[in-house]
């Protein structure tokens, strides 16, 4: 071998080890980040899309279900944005908060909203949108036993208010947090802090439980989080700051300038100014109605129900094959759970079914909640069967269903019929029948000859699918 292939070889080498390295890998400096290439998509392809996906956590602040219904102050935000932008909002809960910012960079979602605070170190990495609101860090630590019967000095002795204590507890916090940032920044002195990583599967409100559950000493959190917490566990003191105020906001790849750019432009708006104030309000002013539905057994924060009638629902969902939280969106979606619901046009109960069609399966108003719930299922499984030779594929099938349950299934079919007469797919229901449907309230369409039933109001049917098949995300996102 010559000496210039030998050169040759060596170069190479370097080259390759050089650029072969793991870009994923984090630095040991936890502020510290080694990225992978950066995602390019923007507020086009969002669009182009047709949703928005949103990295957030299930908390009593970001997002929880109560009811059925989803909630948060970052919900009710993100919901409103993406109305404004026109895309429908898909929420992911981060499953271990040490990997958002990485499930980010990856495009797992197109922003971070979970009452992330701003920093130097992140601003690095990633771009904040304009502040929603304002806040300090706070160390969360717990009371001593019988703390009500012990005066204001003996409570204050038997808690940390300083860093220059000789004992100090442990601090137990996310290894990518703000809160470790600035814990690793503090000088105590003589006294060392005693930093403990937390699993990044367990968040920052559980952080809290935690602490309030005795199972660990304390924690940092948002004061905003940790005051409304308090409400929930008053053994918890919440007193010592940490840092000055710090601004909370939503982040973005630094890619997406244009969506950053239409995200700020919203914020700054009157109208959404108003919808943030009234958003805090809501969940971090009136405690006394957020902590009624933060504990409730309803609540996917700290209960494990949707409604009263999840066990009937899920028992006749096995009649039609369907996951239960399928069926269970859908009942939400007919009647909010309610029994007593009534329509205009005289359906009832929690399926909404018409006197006609419940009196064929074999009930009437008179009869009970759950077998409404009976009756319901019984038509949904008349209506999969009629379905079956047309639409081949189960999952697409079920959106057939749910419009027919709708609509009727005489206006589906004409969809079908329009869909295949304009050379789209008549087996699939997004951008194909599903817009077929919307074509029935022309005359162009409905006065073809391919069409049995005439006109239809087919936006009403396309908006039910599309809000039972959201719900159903929800659903299915959060642990029940």
């Not at 006394?288 to 539905?293: E, G, L, M, N, T």
Request: hydrophobic letters at 35%; charged letters at 25%.
């Amino acid at each position: 071998m010559n000496i210039q292939h030998q050169i040759l070889l060596v170069v190479s080498a370097y080259l390759l080890m050089i650029f072969g390295c793991n870009q994923h890998e984090k630095a040991e400096d936890p502020m510290v980040y080694k990225l992978p290439d950066p995602i390019v998509r923007d507020l086009d392809g969002i669009r182009q899309r047709g949703k928005l996906v949103v990295l957030t956590e299930n908390s009593s602040v970001s997002y929880y279900l109560y009811r059925g219904q989803p909630m948060g102050y970052d919900y009710e935000l993100l919901k409103s944005f993406s109305k404004y932008l026109g895309v429908q909002l898909e929420i992911i809960v981060i499953p271990n908060m040490n990997e958002m910012f990485d499930m980010l960079e990856k495009g797992e979602g197109d922003l971070i909203a979970c009452n992330l605070t701003e920093t130097d170190e992140r601003k690095e990495f990633i771009s904040f949108t304009e502040p929603l609101m304002e806040t300090r860090q706070v160390l969360v630590q717990r009371k001593p036993e019988k703390w009500w019967s012990l005066s204001k000095s003996q409570l204050s002795d038997s808690l940390v208010d300083d860093w220059s204590e000789l004992t100090l507890p442990e601090i137990y916090v996310h290894e990518y947090s703000s809160f470790h940032s600035r814990l690793t920044q503090i000088d105590t002195g003589q006294s060392k802090l005693n930093l403990i990583r937390a699993s990044g599967s367990v968040d920052s409100e559980k952080l809290i439980r935690l602490v309030a559950a005795g199972e660990i000493e304390s924690t940092v959190a948002d004061e905003n989080m940790a005051q409304l917490n308090q409400t929930f566990y008053p053994n918890l003191d919440v007193r010592m700051a940490i840092s000055e105020p710090q601004n909370i906001a939503w982040a973005v790849r630094p890619t997406s300038s244009r969506l950053l750019s239409s995200l700020n432009d919203w914020i700054l708006q009157p109208k959404t100014q108003r919808k943030i104030h009234y958003a805090h309000q809501k969940y971090f002013e009136a405690k006394k109605d957020q902590k009624q539905r933060v504990q409730s057994s309803f609540s996917s924060f700290s209960g494990d129900r949707i409604s009263n009638y999840d066990q009937r629902i899920q028992s006749q969902s096995e009649r039609l094959s369907w996951d239960w939280k399928l069926l269970a969106a859908m009942i939400h979606q007919e009647s909010r759970f309610n029994p007593e619901a009534r329509s205009w046009a005289g359906a009832f109960g929690l399926m909404q079914m018409m006197p006609a069609t419940a009196e064929r399966f074999g009930i009437d108003s008179t009869h009970i909640a759950e077998s409404n719930i009976d009756a319901g299922v019984s038509y949904l499984k008349y209506l999969d069967k009629m379905w079956a030779e047309r639409v081949p594929d189960k999952e697409e099938r079920k959106k057939f269903v749910l419009a027919s349950y709708n609509v009727g299934p005489g206006h589906v079919m004409d969809a079908q019929r329009i869909a295949s007469y304009l050379n789209k797919d008549s087996s699939r229901w997004e951008n194909n029948v599903a817009d077929c449907l919307l074509l029935k309230s022309q005359k162009a369409y409905f006065s073809l000859d391919v069409v049995r039933h005439g006109y239809c109001r087919g936006e009403e049917t396309f908006n039910y699918v599309s809000k039972v098949l959201n719900q159903y995300q929800h659903y299915q996102t959060l642990e029940l």
